[in-house]
């Protein structure tokens, strides 16, 4: 997965809608602010040793321990300096009838991205076609415009909520494929992530963030 950069909000999710620099959103960091998280990353360096089989990422003023074997960039040295994102997967039960699914996780800082929530109403909203998919209960599903990037993408949410559950997904390219979903939200103080996954995961939408929270947490994240 490529590393979020700065873009049109209007253009998210060009280039088949699930390069991250389609979400991603630069906000100016000033010296200052460079500066602060030089100096966290200063005061917490060696604070915390990765548990064995853990590598120790520090992502801002936050340090993660992550076990090795779930990162997808390679483990490299277990104490890097400051890391602009980390990428990693894990398998959970989330497919048809509890099947193990693959879920991709980048890690980043929050000014980087815009949780999928926000991009609902600021982007996605105003992209709709008129008609209505059938799909997961609980969720609504909207298709996007061709015009402005989107084509073959779909928007899964949950229109009942304050703060929703949002996904948008692209159309397998082969019927003996599944479609491909990216999510992303705002976790612990000045982290986000961005989720991407198969679509047959959206049926157990309700159970996503209950399965990832407690990895998150012990890793550090929440």
Same mark, same amino acid.
């Given at each position: 997965?490529?590393?979020?950069?700065?873009?049109?909000?209007?253009?998210?999710?060009?280039?088949?809608?699930?390069?991250?620099?389609?979400?991603?959103? /630069?906000?100016?960091?000033?010296?200052? &602010?460079?500066?602060?998280?030089?100096?966290?990353?200063?005061?917490?360096?060696?604070?915390?040793?990765?548990?064995?089989?853990?590598?120790?990422?520090?992502?801002?003023?936050?340090? *993660?321990?992550?076990?090795?074997?779930?990162?997808?960039?390679?483990?490299?040295?277990?104490?890097?300096?400051?890391?602009?994102?980390?990428?990693?997967?894990?398998?959970?039960?989330?497919?048809?009838?509890?099947?193990?699914?693959?879920?991709?996780?980048?890690?980043?800082?929050?000014?980087?991205?815009?949780?999928?929530?926000? *991009?609902?109403?600021?982007?996605?909203?105003?992209?709709?076609?008129?008609?209505?998919?059938?799909?997961?209960?609980?969720?609504?599903?909207?298709?996007?415009?061709?015009?402005?990037?989107?084509?073959?993408?779909?928007?899964?949410?949950?229109?009942?909520?304050?703060?929703?559950?949002? %996904?948008?997904?692209?159309?397998?390219?082969?019927?003996?494929?599944?479609?491909?979903?990216?999510?992303? /939200?705002?976790?612990?103080?000045?982290?986000?992530?961005?989720?991407?996954?198969?679509?047959?995961?959206?049926?157990?939408?309700?159970?996503?963030? %209950?399965? *990832?929270?407690?990895? *998150?947490?012990?890793? &550090?994240?929440?």
């Amino acid at each position: 997965m490529g590393s979020p950069a700065a873009v049109a909000a209007k253009r998210e999710g060009h280039s088949v809608g699930f390069n991250l620099a389609a979400i991603a959103v /630069v906000v100016a960091v000033g010296g200052l &602010g460079a500066a602060y998280l030089i100096e966290a990353v200063s005061r917490n360096a060696g604070a915390t040793s990765p548990a064995p089989g853990s590598v120790t990422r520090t992502l801002g003023a936050t340090t *993660l321990n992550i076990p090795a074997a779930w990162l997808t960039d390679g483990a490299g040295d277990p104490n890097p300096g400051f890391v602009k994102e980390v990428n990693f997967a894990v398998r959970l039960p989330l497919g048809p009838d509890g099947a193990q699914r693959r879920i991709g996780v980048t890690l980043t800082q929050r000014s980087r991205i815009r949780p999928s929530a926000s *991009l609902l109403d600021g982007v996605y909203l105003h992209e709709f076609k008129a008609d209505q998919l059938t799909g997961p209960p609980g969720l609504i599903g909207k298709p996007m415009s061709a015009e402005e990037g989107y084509a073959n993408e779909t928007v899964w949410y949950d229109p009942l909520a304050s703060a929703p559950f949002v %996904a948008k997904c692209q159309a397998p390219i082969t019927m003996d494929q599944p479609g491909h979903c990216l999510r992303s /939200v705002y976790l612990g103080p000045g982290v986000a992530a961005v989720y991407t996954f198969d679509e047959d995961i959206l049926g157990n939408w309700r159970k996503f963030d %209950a399965e *990832l929270h407690p990895l *998150l947490t012990e890793i &550090g994240a929440l």
